[in-house]
């Protein structure tokens, strides 16, 4: 395969994933200023600085508005991480690697450009904000769908999944570590209806809240949230599940091409660290700090999968 | 006469290369009047491609830079028998026809001072190479030798112009006009044996015209003469672009700087 | 379905009845439901904008990505036609490849007095790099569009022998893949001879002319000058049908003196390059030194017999468009017959007799750049105005050489589809060809152009033309 098949695949699938965990964040941040107006510009700048563009937000607006922070984080194509933006690299690294594509999944990644560049045309209202957010997951759904569905378990899967995780993986961190300190014993007042909101909010930016409410007895607690979206490994959106599948995706790669790479060292490292720690002990190094170092290294890792498999030279 | 040649050329970048591709034109035929008893191509810092021959049926090597290097050097070396022909070459030969060399090129290009110096050596002579070897002298006496004031991209015209050059440009001025007398001209790059030095700062360069009769006779303007023994050819073309020992294409947007090591002698 | 007019109908000729070749067709269509083909006609544009079977459009800033429209009608030519057809295509295919061998090594044909030597020495498309150099297994045109257009019922003329690099091949099969899904039926009551071969022929036919370079099986890849060519769906289409990699300029390097593509596991040697760019873009070290597009040295490394490129670099001097005048002469030169089809009488500006008389006669005639494609930069007299004639005749003036022109062909007409039902609308006819060393293959059919607005003589996509599938029955 081509280096840069290898790496249009890698993109494809990282922006595919991008687009949808905006609009999960979009959707987090839509509920909790429904629900506490008081706190709602607070909340959108968070999201907005979950979602990693801070800076261009503020060289384009004052104030944190949701108006403002909708129409940037999902129309806006100055912003490189819009929804917008995302979908039409993401269609652009699939016309790259066209020939690398099952017809089915070619077809589903141009009509979800279609649909979002249909949905997308004109500012979205609050009242056609949900329908607008159901949209763009289904249309990744439907890519997803196909995919699974139709390509060959080759290099070709592997690469596409490499970006899922690695993209999943950078933002599942970054949604922690923006609202780490709700998390930390000291400042949580436990029941108390702000830590359930913001905890609630932490679990719908991940689609976990279904799943912790099935883990858990109903009562929510900030230890059994970190571990869930942390380090456990039945959960597809935790740090342990996206480091798993980014460790078998790189294995299915040793194996088929016979070799083993530095990426495969860095894989390795990042996977040993999750399984030597607990909840507690990530607790007591910092929760921030192994936050932080996990982005590094997650950001090193996709880094050196582009050097060895050659994506650019 | 046996002439030895040893010529290194290197070029040194101001960073590491991520890649680069060097044309070498620098491996001397044996034809009229030159026979080539030994010639060898050696580089450090790269290697070679490829080698094919080119529409002037010049010998070319096609070597990349080593990844990463700060440097590439060339070495040749050689011995050639000589002799004297007065300059002819013989009759035109290989695929390209004549009418080929009446093309002009951006250096050749000839314009208002190509057209008065074409003027002023007139048409009235015995012979075509009497006319050629006036426009030779010509030349030379409106752009005498001097280095320094024009470089391997002046144009005919500019050379004329500023009234000085180097055989380059003597080379580039006599190829603009022949064409524009009818003649079909071409660029040679070669070295030459200087009686006074073994030591050369840079290769040689001439010019070629095809004479009715003849065919491709030499003329050196810079030194008034046509080639005799002391004249290695080595690369021809329808000026220095495509006749220049080396050319190539460097990515990673550093600076060289070149350094040339040249003895010719008998 | 009726007809009657000045120009050449396809399906009625110039009578009121289908010709026997659509016999079986309008049998078909005179028991279908106008309503319920339209229908059809608006899911194929669906199918097509979902596929992302689109071209991009020069000079657009916006919206870059257009459909062509396609016609359901399809276009029928009888198998006795179209082997009369291929048989001239054949022929001149064959006098274009000598003809290229010999203007790059002896010109003997210039040097017969058959065509003169300003015609190659004042010519831009003549590539002094080719000069003696033979390409692998002796082809320079591995892949040839010959443009055919119908006057009359035996009245088939050559426009131009597209030598560089045609396209639309994948629209010749997208059309049939798509009439296969919106009318199977019709299929099995009409003997259409398939086209779905191509992809499948075209590699064997690259994969024949491999380098002497080459060690076992072939390794043919398809360059493209990337997402933002106008015809980048066309070559992904091909690459990914006939199983090669689709490669850019920036995924080529010269590896051990073979052109090699970066793969995730290292450098591979390509043998055969099927580009799909220009000659001066191919390679910066030798050509157009600013080229992002292109490989340094690949030049260099067909030169040295490392690579075949198709088609060969050069080829654009055998379809120039004062060439074209030519073409009668080169084939009876190369294969010592007369042509078997007719070239359109042209009238070369650089000669002043030919000025004078085209400059009288703009008005009735179609005026081409010598060098152009695509429709651009074109008069055609009958459809301009006053002051678009005298702004042409000006710029005729200014560079005559610059400029061929021509009658205006009564142009062969097929019914399409219009919100009114069907009518008659003006249609070319460009058959794909394939040269190998062995043998020359014509995938039945082509690809058919047509002029969607009423009247007008302009088939060409980037000037709003569509397409149409074309059937060869097998008779």
Redesign the interface.
């Known amino acids: 395969m081509l280096g840069k098949t290898a790496g249009g695949l890698f993109w494809m699938f990282r922006f595919l994933e991008r687009s949808e965990n905006i609009a999960r964040l979009v959707d987090a941040g839509f509920r909790i200023a429904l629900t506490r107006s008081a706190a709602a510009e607070a909340e959108w700048a968070s999201v907005v600085r979950t979602a990693g563009v801070q800076g261009p937000f503020l060289e384009r607006y004052d104030t944190y508005t949701a108006s403002n922070v909708v129409d940037f984080l999902l129309r806006d194509r100055s912003n490189p991480s819009s929804v917008m933006s995302a979908i039409d690299s993401a269609r652009s690294n699939a016309r790259l690697v066209r020939t690398a594509l099952t017809r089915e999944v070619w077809e589903a990644t141009n009509e979800c450009w279609m649909s979002m560049k249909d949905v997308l045309k004109r500012p979205v209202s609050e009242s056609g904000l949900p329908d607008v957010l159901a949209t763009i997951r289904r249309q990744n759904a439907l890519v997803r769908g196909a995919l699974t569905g139709t390509m060959l378990r080759n290099d070709i899967y592997n690469f596409a999944h490499l970006g899922t995780f690695v993209e999943r993986a950078d933002n599942t961190a970054r949604i922690l570590d923006v609202k780490y300190y709700v998390l930390l014993p000291s400042v949580s007042f436990v029941g108390s209806s702000l830590d359930n909101v913001q905890w609630e909010t932490i679990l719908r930016s991940v689609s976990a809240q279904r799943a912790y409410r099935w883990l858990s007895d109903g009562d929510a607690n900030p230890k059994q949230i970190a571990n869930l979206i942390i380090l456990d490994q039945r959960m597809p959106r935790s740090l342990a599940f996206c480091v798993a599948q980014i460790r078998e995706h790189l294995g299915y790669l040793a194996d088929g091409y016979g070799e083993r790479l530095d990426c495969h060292d860095l894989a390795q490292a990042q996977g040993r660290r999750l399984a030597d720690h607990s909840i507690e002990s990530i607790f007591e190094t910092g929760l921030h700090q192994f936050l932080a170092d996990f982005i590094v290294r997650n950001n090193a890792l996709g880094l050196q999968i582009e050097r060895d498999y050659r994506f650019y030279g | 006469m046996r002439v030895k040649i040893r010529h290194t050329t290197e070029y040194a970048y101001n960073g590491q290369v991520p890649y680069g591709l060097q044309q070498l034109r620098m491996i001397p035929k044996t034809s009229a009047g030159q026979t080539i008893l030994s010639w060898e191509t050696r580089v450090e810092g790269g290697s070679k491609e490829v080698t094919f021959t080119d529409q002037h049926n010049n010998h070319v090597e096609l070597i990349s830079l080593n990844p990463e290097t700060r440097s590439i050097s060339i070495h040749c070396e050689g011995e050639v028998d000589t002799a004297d022909t007065v300059g002819v070459i013989g009759q035109h030969g290989g695929y390209a026809p004549l009418w080929y060399f009446l093309r002009s090129t951006s250096h050749t290009k000839a314009g208002p001072h190509v057209r008065a110096l074409v003027k002023a050596v007139g048409k009235d002579y015995e012979s075509d190479t009497t006319r050629l070897h006036a426009l030779s002298a010509q030349i030379l006496s409106q752009v005498p030798y001097a280095t320094g004031t024009t470089d391997f991209s002046t144009l005919a015209e500019e050379a004329l112009e500023s009234a000085n050059g180097v055989c380059q440009d003597h080379a580039h001025i006599f190829i603009s006009a022949a064409r524009l007398m009818g003649y079909p001209a071409r660029y040679v790059s070669g070295y030459l044996v200087m009686n006074d030095r073994v030591e050369q700062e840079a290769g040689h360069a001439w010019a070629e015209a095809h004479v009715a009769g003849l065919g491709w006779v030499g003329f050196d303007v810079s030194n008034g003469v046509s080639p005799d023994e002391r004249y290695v050819r080595v690369a021809t073309g329808l000026d220095y672009s495509e006749a220049a020992p080396v050319s190539g294409i460097i990515f990673g947007g550093h600076s060289e700087s070149m350094t040339v090591h040249l003895q010719v002698q008998q | 379905m009726n007809n009657p007019s000045e120009f050449f109908d396809e399906l009625s000729g110039f009578g009121e009845t289908p010709r026997a070749p659509y016999a079986d067709y309008c049998g078909w269509f005179d028991r279908q439901n106008e309503a319920q083909l339209r229908k059809k006609a608006k899911e194929a544009e669906v199918f097509f ?4 079977i689109t071209f991009n459009v020069y000079g657009q800033q916006e919206a870059t990505e257009r459909l062509i429209p396609f016609d359901v009608v399809p276009r029928i030519i009888s198998g006795r036609e179209w082997s009369r057809l291929t048989k001239g295509i054949e022929q001149r295919v064959r006098a274009i490849n000598a003809f290229l061998h010999d203007i ?4 003997e044909i ?1 040097r017969a007095g058959r065509v003169p ?1 300003e015609l ?2 004042q010519n831009e498309a003549f590539l ?5 150099v033979s390409p692998p297994g002796g082809i320079y045109t591995h892949i040839v569009g010959t443009d055919i257009v119908r006057t009359g019922e035996d009245e088939f003329y050559v426009l131009e022998d597209n030598a560089r690099t045609p396209s639309g091949v994948s629209y010749m099969l997208e059309n049939r893949e798509t009439m296969l899904q919106m009318f199977p039926e019709l299929f099995s009551r009409v003997p259409v001879r398939e086209v779905s071969d191509y992809p499948k022929m075209l590699r064997r036919s690259l994969s024949a002319c491999a380098p002497e370079a080459c060690e076992g099986k072939p390794v043919v890849a398809v360059l493209t000058p990337g ?1 933002h060519n106008s015809a ?1 769906f066309e070559h ?1 289409f091909l ?2 049908q006939m199983g090669v ?4 300029g ?2 080529l ?2 590896v ?2 073979r052109i090699a ?6 450098y591979t040697p390509i043998d055969v390059l099927y580009r799909r760019i220009d000659d001066d873009y191919l390679d ?2 030798n050509f157009n ?1 600013t080229s992002m597009l292109g490989v ?2 690949i030049m ?2 067909y ?4 690579i075949t490129i198709a088609n060969a670099p050069g080829t654009g001097i055998a379809d120039d468009k004062a060439i074209y005048s030519y073409m009668p002469e080169i084939v009876e030169f190369y294969t010592g017959e007369k042509a078997i089809l007719k070239n359109v009488p042209t009238w070369r500006c650089s000669e002043p007799d030919a000025l004078a008389y085209v400059l009288e006669h703009l008005p009735e005639l179609v005026v081409k750049e010598v060098h152009g494609s695509g429709g651009y930069g074109m008069l055609v007299g009958p459809a301009a105005n006053k002051r678009e004639i005298a702004a042409f005749a000006d710029k005729l003036r200014s560079k005559p050489s610059n400029y061929i022109a021509q009658p205006t062909l009564s142009l062969s007409t097929v019914p399409v589809m219009t919100k009114a039902g069907l009518a008659p609308r003006h249609v070319d006819l460009r058959p794909f060809v394939l040269v190998s060393p062995n043998k020359i293959e014509i995938t039945p059919g082509g690809l058919t152009r047509v002029a969607m607005k009423a009247g007008s003589l302009v088939v060409n996509s980037s000037q709003g033309g569509g397409t149409k599938d074309t059937w060869v029955l097998d008779e």
């Open positions: 904008r979902r596929t992302g790059y090594h002896r010109q210039v030597v190659i020495a002094p790099q080719m000069i003696g997402i980048y992904s690459a990914d990699e689709l490669v850019e920036h995924d390097r010269l051990d003196g593509m970066r793969t995730t596991q290292g910066p070290l030194p340094p040295g260099d490394a030169r040295a017999g490392k």
